[in-house]
């Protein structure tokens, strides 16, 4: 079957730095997604990558590894604003998109 | 109005009850989804609209029933619920379906309890 990992709930300082993880074994890859959700509020997309490497975006960047089946988003100079959800989803050799189960991140002052 | 909107924010409903949730995009996307969010578990897709057609009825209960008059406007018709139908209800919309990067723009959600 078609599975993604990801830690269930983490928790960081604010002005520090975080990497969560995701893990996937799905049937072909056409792309990962990382979402943010606050609670109460709609999942936003923060970035896709395709190809093998890091992706920058301001505070906020994506790794991937193809052969290992690894991504990473890293959060850096965390703020409270950045206390949410992340959610992490591959699209599979059918672009059927599968989602994890998020990570619930919890920024403490 | 800009995004996607979705109506009610919260529901609670008997069993026996019937209610409609609503969802609308003001994107000019073609594709339009419901997805169930339950507390720790991933996202469960639900049903896909692709320029008004239904492509996509993941093995939903009939008691969820989906309707699309138009790209812009998504329904989805509750009858006769279970209590484990509690849950988020998420509607989201993109512009094409099966694209590699197309990404998906969601609404709020509507937040369902089922006594």
């Known amino acids: 079957g078609q599975n993604i990992d990801q830690p269930t709930e983490m928790t960081a300082t604010e002005g520090a730095i975080v990497q969560i993880n995701c893990t996937y074994q799905?049937?072909?890859?056409?792309?990962l997604f990382w979402y943010q959700q606050h609670a109460g509020e709609a999942p936003t997309f923060l970035s896709y990558?395709?190809l093998d490497g890091l992706e920058e975006k301001g505070r906020f960047s994506s790794f991937l590894s193809r052969s290992k089946g690894y991504s990473y988003l890293l959060l850096k100079e965390l703020q409270m604003k950045d206390s949410a959800s992340y959610l992490c989803?591959?699209?599979?050799?059918?672009?059927?998109?599968?989602w994890g189960a998020g990570t619930k991140l919890i920024i403490k002052p | 109005e800009t995004g996607v909107t979705q109506t009610p924010r919260h529901l609670v409903m008997g069993m026996t009850n019937k209610k409609s949730l609503k969802c609308e995009q003001h994107?000019?996307?073609?594709?339009m989804y419901w997805y169930k969010q339950s507390a720790k578990k991933p996202l469960e897709l639900m049903f896909v609209?692709?320029?008004?057609?239904?492509?996509e009825n993941n093995s939903v209960p009939s008691r969820f029933s989906p309707e699309c008059p138009n790209s812009s406007h998504l329904f989805l018709h509750l009858h006769t619920l279970q209590p484990e139908d509690s849950a988020l209800y998420l509607c989201?919309?993109?512009?094409?379906?099966?694209?590699?990067?197309?990404?998906?723009?969601f609404g709020a959600g509507s937040r369902l309890t089922v006594l």
């Open positions: 989201a919309s993109s512009q094409g379906e099966h694209s590699g990067a197309n990404v998906l723009t």
């Open positions: 994107l000019g996307h073609n594709a």
């Open positions: 609209y692709s320029l008004e057609e239904r492509v």
């Open positions: 799905t049937s072909g890859f056409n792309g």
């Open positions: 990558n395709v």
């Open positions: 989803a591959v699209k599979d050799s059918n672009y059927q998109l599968i």
